[in-house]
């Protein structure tokens, strides 16, 4: 069976940083490009970073570039997200993705609050 199994989140207060893990099974989870996604209350799922299957390229939304990294550990089958400068905008429900070739797998979410 095909796992992703996010964890990390909580509760952190405005400035601080949170790392997310995604712990990977069931799949060649190196030939993956993985992803992180956010679902806030009340708002559609966005796309927040991804990272290519070798680590070699992160791409990330205009809301979390500078303060948010995203890496993978391929040997560990684990996708990270490092959130730095939390806002509670970044408030939502965090999902970890793999995708290739038209397969596309989601974990379920972990979730972090910020309080202002």
């Known amino acids: 069976d095909v796992q992703l199994q996010a964890s990390g989140g909580g509760l952190v207060q405005a400035g601080g940083s949170l790392r997310l893990s995604c712990a990977a099974s069931g799949f060649a989870f190196g030939d993956y490009g993985m992803g992180w996604f956010r679902r806030a209350s009340g708002k559609e799922r966005e796309f927040v970073a991804t990272v290519t299957w070798s680590g070699s390229s992160t791409y990330y939304a205009d809301s979390v570039n500078g303060r948010f990294t995203i890496s993978r550990d391929n040997s560990r089958k684990t996708v990270y997200l490092q959130m730095n400068s939390l806002k509670p905008e970044d408030t939502a429900v965090y999902y970890c993705?793999?995708?290739?070739?038209?397969?596309?797998?989601w974990g379920m979410g972990t979730l972090v609050t910020v309080s202002s």
């Open positions: 993705n793999a995708i290739r070739s038209g397969n596309d797998y």
